[in-house]
């Protein structure tokens, strides 16, 4: 089945990376809510809770190039708003200026190809592509 995101099937498209990186994140969901935090050691729910940030900040990327996409496809006029960082804030509940940083992530793959891989790669967090698009404008 095609769609916005590519093939479904095949696995390629346009959003087959983020779609990898959606399961890993999901494994990581799946695995915490399968254990019992009770039982865990002090040093094993420091990882645990380092482990959830990194996937948030790997999340919010993800949202951030499913707005890109809906940006390109002014999918945001079906929803009654002009932008997708509109529809985030007023339907997902999230700041304007979360919601514009998350786009600002997503926009990175183009703008700072690098920035992208090192985000994907748990390697920085989305105040680093932040802090590059200010300094690019």
């Known amino acids: 089945m095609d769609s916005l995101a590519g093939n479904f099937e095949s696995g390629f498209g346009l ?34 809770v380092a482990d959830m940030a990194a996937e948030s900040e790997r999340m919010a990327a993800m949202v951030g190039r499913f707005m890109e996409l809906g940006e390109r496809a002014a999918c945001a006029y079906t929803k009654g708003e002009r932008t997708m960082i509109g529809v985030v804030n007023t339907r997902g509940r999230v700041s304007r200026a979360r919601a514009a940083s998350m786009r600002r992530a997503g926009r990175a793959e183009y703008r700072f190809p690098s920035f992208h891989a090192a985000l994907m790669g748990r390697r920085i967090s989305l105040a680093h592509v932040d802090l590059m698009s200010k300094w690019a404008r």
Not at 17 to 28: A, F, Q, S, T
Not at 29 to 42: F, N
């Open 15 to 48: 959003l087959a990376g983020e779609r990898v990186v959606l399961g890993e994140i999901g494994g990581l969901i799946d695995r915490v809510a399968g254990i019992d935090v009770a039982g865990l050691s002090r040093e094993e729910f420091a990882d645990l």
